[in-house]
């Protein structure tokens, strides 16, 4: 048997002990885990077609009534020569992406804030290596039948280590090579208080740096970009869900993007 289908038969396996565990649980502070706005500690494992995954998240007082926060932190894609099950020939078993967020959510009007850390380890044409921090301004708007919105809008700056420059040189260490604008939405479509879909669309676009930064950021002459994510979740309990992640873009298909299912438990 190989090891990936030891991963995928092992993830029903947490779901039970979790499920097990949580009929210990106190339910007086648990948390709506399809609200994307929602703060609370976390764990969450997954298997993709890109490797493994791994989610970390711990909420902590800000200090300011009534706005909650919580600091999330993400490993993704290792294992994935071994465990992952998509048939390009480029994986490998080390980590992928480090992805770290800060988020803080005003519960008088539903408006949030997110600081937002993304750093990629496999090189590309920009740069060895590369990562982008953004902030962004997120507002709950009201429901509308079975639908929540949450758009969203921000800016951000693309770093990298041994950056390319304009002239074909090589930027030693790391730098910033440019910055960008984003802006999306959130979307939520609850078919049963147990099941429940997300489409979040984003589109992103350089505002200045290096010409090859500004005219190459997200491929050979692309300075922007239109991204999705569709996300379907199934609640067990109030605690513990699991969910179908695909992300894709404009120059990606859905097939050929990255996929993963995932469990999460609110501790």
């Known amino acids: 048997m190989k090891l990936k289908h030891v991963v995928l038969i092992f993830l029903p396996f947490l779901c039970t002990n979790l499920l097990a565990q949580e009929s210990k649980a106190d339910d007086k502070e648990i948390q709506d885990m399809s609200d994307p706005l929602a703060v609370y500690t976390q764990m969450g494992v997954g298997t993709a077609n890109k490797g493994l995954f791994l989610k970390i998240g711990k909420s902590y007082d800000p200090g300011k009534p009534k706005v909650m926060a919580m600091n999330v932190f993400e490993v993704h894609g290792f294992f994935g020569e071994s465990l992952g099950w998509d048939s390009k020939d480029n994986q490998d078993n080390s980590i ?57 809008a921000g800016l951000g700056a693309s770093f990298g280590q041994d950056v390319l420059e304009d002239d074909g040189s090589i930027d030693s260490g790391y730098s910033v090579n440019g910055t960008f604008g984003l802006i999306g939405m959130y979307g939520k479509m609850t078919i049963t208080d147990k099941l429940w879909l997300n489409y979040n669309p984003f589109w992103l676009t350089t505002f200045s740096g290096s010409n090859i930064y500004k005219d ?29 992640f695909a992300n894709w873009n404009e120059d990606v298909d859905f097939s050929d993007g990255s996929h993963r299912i995932e469990v999460n438990y609110q501790l």
Request: hydrophobic share 35%.
């Open 96 to 152: 992928d992406s480090l992805r770290f967020r800060n988020f803080k959510v005003d519960m008088t009007n539903g408006r949030g804030s997110q600081i937002d850390i993304n750093y990629k380890f496999d090189a590309n044409h920009l740069a060895k290596q590369t990562g982008d921090a953004s902030y962004s301004i997120i507002q709950a708007l009201p429901k509308m039948s079975i639908f929540n919105l949450y758009p969203l």
């Open 216 to 244: 190459h950021a997200y491929g050979e002459n692309n300075s922007s970009l239109f991204t999705h994510e569709f996300i379907a979740s199934y609640q067990f309990t109030p605690r513990l869900n699991v969910r179908y």
